[in-house]
């Protein structure tokens, strides 16, 4: 159990004890709804939504903008936005026509046919991650996976290089850490693994230069698919020259890179890969470029492009292992031409960092007066607060810092006064229609708890 959060542990459980009874008595119904859904596995649709702080979620009644409305009547600032996938806010009005438009009107959820949206969808893609071409999928887990299969067939190496602690979905070669004695090894919990993960996979702590080039001195490795900066084990931001010698290292290794900007959008319009000047060869995104609405996408250099088009041997048309039926369909297109050029603008991601800063400042601030050991990160339109100071530099550090008691009082402690958090980790994101008020409104939240605590 943490020790050095700052915080007294019988203080703690008294008062998680006493939010959760608070969260029962608040939420009848969605309890009711939870304890009557015999028939899902875990009781929810996904697994995963069973990440809560009180014992049961949450079911939503409403949800608009950066509001949402549970069954039960309460409304909440919403500062998880589906984990990024709503950035774009809930239902952003012009998504909302698109997608009607589309469905009532033109007609075809599902056609296996191009539509005109995905060329524009494609070149807006182009013109903001720098990448000339551009596929589909409908999640980023399913970019990834397609994404690590053509850098394999193309460079005619095996293995696939990430961080450790990293986020690519649910994608094989990415559950692997660093582990005590510095070697690669399975991330404890790991489903039902194909194979051993070091059979696929070397691994390397973020930030460690030296790390990566010993594992890429192999000549195994195909691909080096990371994220800018690790983001759901806690925001962890590159050192100065981190992601400039990644880069020339992949190069010297003859190793590609694929930069994985399904959270680091928040860094900007183009991500940080646009914002930081990055260089990868491939680029994969989803959740947030559709305001909501399931996609996935990836986009190649020319050169790699030019490479696997020219290669007779591969099947990219049919049965070769990339592509779905669903993928592309004029849905998705629709909805991600309106989002991005009528919702996640450069004049909204402005007035979205800003909002984070104001967010991240007073965060900042709070823990200072309460001079608890935490710090805070910011990239772009997310920020998040750690019970570390200073920041972990890598996702080991970051892993070790975590202290799930603390952060499920805080969860629930928020939630029973109307501003909801990643349930996975301390995240906040902002969205073009969160405001002023909503951070000023979680600062007055935060502050309460903290004076409990302290």
């Not at 602690?165 to 559950?175: A, F, K, R, T």
Request: hydrophobic residues 45%; aromatic residues 8%.
């Amino acid at each position: 159990m943490p020790t050095d959060s700052g915080v007294d542990r019988a203080r703690l459980a008294s008062l998680s004890h006493r939010e959760r009874g608070v969260y029962a008595d608040r939420h009848p119904r969605s309890a009711a709804a939870y304890a009557s859904a015999d028939h899902l596995f875990g009781r929810v649709p996904m697994t995963w939504m069973n990440k809560n702080a009180a014992g049961f979620p949450v079911y939503v009644g409403t949800a608009r903008g950066a509001r949402l409305t549970d069954i039960d009547g309460h409304e909440y600032v919403d500062f998880c936005l589906g984990d990024t996938g709503a950035m774009a806010g809930h239902s952003p009005a012009p998504v909302v026509a698109a997608v009607t438009h589309r469905l009532a009107e033109l007609g075809g959820a599902t056609t296996m046919l191009p539509t005109e949206d995905a060329a524009f969808v494609g070149a807006e893609l182009a013109r903001r991650f720098g990448l000339p071409y551009w596929s589909f999928a409908l999640t980023a887990t399913d970019a990834n996976r397609w994404a690590v299969r053509l850098l394999r067939a193309v460079s005619g190496r095996p293995k696939i290089l990430v961080n450790s602690y990293c986020y690519h979905g649910s994608v094989d070669e990415s559950l692997i850490v660093v582990g005590p004695d510095g070697h690669g090894e399975s991330r404890e919990g790991n489903v039902g693994a194909p194979t051993d993960v070091t059979n696929t996979s070397r691994v390397a702590e973020f930030n460690d230069l030296a790390g990566l080039e010993r594992e890429l001195a192999h000549g195994d490795v195909a691909a080096v698919l990371m994220e800018p900066a690790l983001t759901n084990i806690g925001i962890v931001l590159p050192e100065p020259g981190y992601l400039t010698g990644v880069r020339e290292l992949t190069r010297r290794y003859g190793t590609y890179l694929i930069n994985d900007e399904t959270h680091t959008f928040s860094a900007g319009p183009g991500g940080a890969t646009a914002a930081w000047g990055l260089e990868p060869d491939v680029l994969t995104i989803g959740k947030a470029i559709a305001g909501g609405i399931p996609i996935g996408a990836y986009g190649l250099s020319a050169a790699l492009a030019d490479a696997l088009i020219g290669r007779a041997d591969l099947d990219l048309v049919d049965m070769g292992g990339v592509g779905g039926t669903l993928a592309g369909n004029p849905v998705s297109m629709a909805a991600a031409r309106a989002t991005l050029t009528e919702v996640l603008t450069e004049e909204a991601f402005a007035g979205m960092i800003e909002t984070a800063a104001a967010f991240a400042d007073g965060v900042q601030k709070l823990i200072d007066d309460h001079q608890l050991p935490w710090s805070v990160a910011q990239l772009g339109a997310r920020v998040e607060y750690r019970f570390a100071n200073p920041a972990p530099r890598n996702g080991t550090e970051s892993a070790a810092t975590a202290d799930a008691e603390l952060e499920d009082f805080l969860h629930v402690y928020l939630a029973n006064r109307g501003i909801l958090l990643t349930p996975f980790h301390n995240m906040a994101l902002m969205s073009p229609a969160t405001t002023r008020a909503d951070v000023d409104r979680h600062h007055e939240v935060f502050a309460a708890a903290l004076a409990e605590l302290t």
